[in-house]
C-alpha cells in the first residue's frame, strides 16, 4: 500500500515546497531542519498503524487510563542523505532502537553505475516494526538493497519504506519487489520524469549534498 502525505493541504506542503526551492535550499541548516520537520511529520502519521496498550499512570490528582506504544520500532536510515529525516523520526520515537546502512552509486565509464554497500548496523529486526527511510527514491535500487540487507538481521514483522519524493519508476520498482501483505510504502511526493542518469525531475538535487555539503 502506498500512502501519500503531499498535497493534502497541511504543513507538510510548506515544509516539502522549501526543500524543493533552489533560493531556500542556500541555507543548509534549514534545508536539514525541513527533512527533520517531515521526519517527525511522517512517525506522527505512521503512529497511526501501530498497536497500543492500555497504561495506568498516576497524576498529582489521581489515576489516568492512558495509551502508550505496545513496542517502538526500529529506524533504519540510508547514509548520509537520511540523516535528518531519520532524526526527525526519532525526536518522536525516542526510545527506538536504530539502524544504518551506508549505500552509494559507483559510477561506470559507460554512464551505468552499481548500488554498492560498505557498512550496515542493526539490530535483531525478528518480529519487530522497521521504519526504513531514504529521502528520494528514484530507481528504488538502493532501498531495496538496504532493506534485503537488514533482512539478514531477522524478519520484522512489517516494514515502512519512507522517502520524501519518489519517481513512478521507483515505486514500481519497489512495489515489484516487496511482499504487500507486511509492507507499506510511504511518499511526500511523487514526480512523473526520471533522467536517463536516475535523478528525479523536477525533485530537489541531491539531499546529501544540501545538507552536508558537496563531496568528490
Given at each position: 500500500m502506498v500512502h501519500l502525505l503531499g498535497n493534502q493541504h497541511s504543513i507538510f506542503d510548506q515544509f516539502l515546497m522549501e526543500l524543493r526551492d533552489e533560493v531556500i535550499q542556500k541555507?543548509?541548516?534549514?534545508?536539514?531542519?525541513n527533512m527533520e520537520r517531515l521526519g517527525e511529520i511522517f512517525a506522527y502519521e505512521i503512529s497511526k498503524e501501530?498497536?497500543?496498550?492500555?497504561?495506568?499512570?498516576?497524576?498529582?490528582?489521581?489515576?489516568?487510563?492512558?495509551?502508550?506504544?505496545?513496542?517502538?520500532?526500529?529506524?533504519?536510515?540510508?547514509?548520509?542523505?537520511?540523516?535528518?529525516?531519520?532524526?526527525g523520526?526519532?525526536?518522536?520515537?525516542?526510545?527506538?532502537?536504530?539502524?544504518?546502512?551506508?549505500?552509494?552509486?559507483?559510477h561506470h565509464k559507460d554512464n551505468t553505475f552499481t548500488?554498492?554497500?560498505?557498512?550496515?548496523s542493526s539490530p535483531d529486526l525478528t518480529g519487530r516494526i522497521l521504519i526504513l527511510s531514504d529521502p528520494m527514491l528514484a530507481t528504488g535500487q538502493s532501498m531495496l538493497l538496504a532493506y534485503r540487507e537488514l533482512l539478514?538481521?531477522?524478519?520484522?514483522?512489517?516494514?515502512?519504506?519512507?522517502?520524501?519524493?519518489?519517481?513512478?519508476?521507483?515505486?514500481e520498482y519497489l512495489k515489484k519487489h516487496i511482499s504487500?501483505?507486511?509492507?507499506?510504502?510511504?511518499?511526500?511526493a511523487v514526480d512523473d520524469e526520471l533522467t536517463a542518469q536516475a535523478y528525479i525531475v523536477p525533485g530537489l538535487g541531491d539531499a546529501g549534498d544540501l545538507a552536508f555539503g558537496s563531496k568528490q
Open positions: 541555507d543548509s541548516l534549514r534545508f536539514r531542519k501501530f498497536s497500543f496498550t492500555q497504561k495506568e499512570v498516576t497524576t498529582p490528582l489521581g489515576a489516568a487510563q492512558c495509551l502508550a506504544l505496545a513496542q517502538q520500532p526500529v529506524l533504519a536510515t540510508i547514509l548520509r542523505a537520511g540523516l535528518p529525516f531519520h532524526q523520526m526519532l525526536n518522536f520515537f525516542d526510545q527506538a532502537q536504530n539502524a544504518f546502512v551506508s549505500a552509494y552509486r559507483k548500488i554498492n554497500i560498505e557498512y550496515l539478514q538481521h531477522g524478519k520484522p514483522e512489517h516494514t515502512h519504506f519512507i522517502t520524501l519524493l519518489a519517481s513512478v519508476e521507483g515505486i504487500s501483505k507486511d509492507t507499506s510504502i510511504w511518499v511526500g
